[in-house]
């Protein structure tokens, strides 16, 4: 578990952008499943979430057409949330950071850490926005 004071910009980082931090199993699945499209963020410590990710999240916000809803959970942190999630992110492995689309509680869009590892924030941003796209 990492300290509190280290997470705290990281965690700010996405809920500045408007994402609502989710702490609990129960908080994740009810988020989850309402209707609409719902954007899960698995927030990490990694460089890679501080370079990509969460860049690459706020930056896909900007588009015609955006999740109804945008909600993150902190991997080595919010245990029972994250957990809670990547069950429902199944049969992707777990992976953090991570994204994943919701619609109506079905998994439509994933993308795992290999897919934002080394990759730029602007790739993850258009690879999310054809997916707000489609399903949004």
């Known amino acids: 578990m990492y300290p509190a004071e280290l997470v705290k910009p990281m965690r700010e980082d996405l809920a500045s952008a408007g994402f609502r931090e989710l702490y609990s199993a129960e908080e994740v699945e009810k988020a989850i499943n309402q209707s609409g499209t719902t954007l ?15 860049p690459g999240a706020k930056m896909s916000l900007d588009n015609s057409k955006t999740p109804s809803q945008l909600v993150t959970v902190f991997a080595g942190v919010d245990t029972e949330a994250v957990n809670a999630a990547r069950d429902l992110m199944v049969p992707f492995p777990p992976s953090s950071p991570s994204m994943a689309l919701f619609k109506d509680g079905e998994l439509v869009h994933m993308i795992e850490r290999h897919h ?13 926005k054809e997916a707000y796209n489609e399903f949004c």
């Not at 990490?44 to 969460?54: F, H, K, L, P, T």
């Not at 934002?116 to 999310?128: D, F, K, T």
Request: proline letters at 4%; aromatic letters at 0%; a negative charge.
């Open 116 to 128: 934002i590892e080394g990759r730029p924030a602007e790739l993850i941003a258009e690879n999310l």
């Open 40 to 54: 899960v963020v698995v927030n990490s410590v990694c460089g890679c979430a501080a370079a990509n990710a969460r």
